[in-house]
């Protein structure tokens, strides 16, 4: 096994293609699958599936390319001290649930880089995705609920997928409705008083069960429906409706304005926000200090008027 072969293994599981990656590493593609398929022979595993529509990293696979970026990280660290290499640009991607409150986290967390060169991803995406970016490596961390309607099958899923979920903060749900909406003047709600008014919720592409649904309770047979695949036009529709949203994270002032409000819908139900990673791979050093962000945040911010609950 050498670090070529890693490098290789890795540009393959960032790419998604045996193509791809054989053009950004500037090798024939026949010369870069051999070279995978060498290092599968010598380490007796299977780290890609291959089949007609392409490639996919086995599960076996997901846990050796964590263990190969661990060992490439650390070997370049000793060649840049050593031979006074330029550094590479760090590398980190979140997969999240449409919250705010990941977005300053991000804000703040891009304040305190120290870096010359960094390549990061932040995606706020559907909630099966976010599961797979993180067990195929595409993201380290990512961000979303579970609550007693859907922890059973999502449990299943991060077993299943080697993930760890660890819990942020709890909460009940709230709507989130624009401060001229009828019911504005609300202390809390029932889902009979919301029955009349549009409910927005966002898109879950083919996995759109209650399971992975962002929304926090079960609106299924709800007259209005109109549905967004983002947070910027959820909060536009909000502001010039009378509709509403259901849900839970936190709504930072400085980043969506005055112009919302959150209302307690009456629900004994609870809520965990929390991030999944891998669990036999260690957060890197920059993951590590996102999450520590994000704790602060909870923390800090959890009880403050000038944050909402969305």
């Known amino acids: 096994m050498t670090l070529q072969q890693l490098k290789y293994a890795i540009e393959v599981s960032n790419c998604g293609s045996m193509n791809e990656a054989a053009k950004r ?15 599968e022979g010598e380490i007796g595993i299977t780290i890609f599936d ?5 490639i996919s990293i086995s599960l076996e696979g997901v846990e050796f390319l ?5 060992i490439i990280e650390q070997t370049e660290l000793l060649e840049n001290h050593y031979k006074g290499i330029k550094l590479k640009p760090v590398h980190f991607s979140v997969s999240t649930q ?12 891009m304040k305190q880089l120290n870096t010359e060169q960094y390549e990061f991803n932040l995606k706020e995406t559907k909630t099966y995705e976010i599961i797979d970016d993180v067990r195929t490596l595409h993201s380290d961390v990512g961000i ?6 859907n922890s059973k099958v ?3 899923v991060f077993s299943d997928s080697n993930l760890k979920f660890t819990p942020l903060f709890n909460t009940n749900p709230h709507i989130f409705i624009s401060v001229k909406h009828p019911l504005a003047d609300r202390e809390s709600v029932t889902i009979k008083d919301i029955e009349p008014f549009p409910c927005i919720k966002f898109e879950q592409g083919e996995n759109n069960s209650l399971h992975f649904s962002e929304e926090m309770i079960n609106l299924s047979e709800t007259a209005k429906t109109i549905r967004v695949n983002d947070r910027a036009t959820l909060s536009n529709l909000l502001i010039g409706t009378d509709s509403y949203t259901v849900g839970t994270g936190v709504v930072v002032s400085d980043l969506n304005g005055d112009e919302i409000k959150s209302i307690p819908l009456d629900s004994n139900e609870i809520f965990t ?26 923390s800090t911010n ?3 008027l000038n944050y909402y609950l969305l």
């Open 25 to 39: 590493l500037f090798i024939s593609q026949p010369s870069l699958s051999n070279a995978i398929k060498d290092l």
């Open 144 to 149: 979303l609920y579970i609550n007693d309607s």
């Open 50 to 54: 291959r089949n007609n529509r392409g």
């Open 154 to 156: 999502l449990n299943k």
């Open 302 to 304: 959890y009880f403050d």
């Open 273 to 298: 926000v929390g991030w999944i990673a891998h669990k036999d791979i260690k957060l890197s050093k920059i993951a590590t200090g996102f999450i520590d962000i994000l704790n602060d945040i909870v």
């Open 98 to 109: 449409h919250y705010a409150f990941v977005v300053d986290a991000f804000v703040r967390f």
């Open 66 to 70: 964590g263990y190969a970026r661990q």
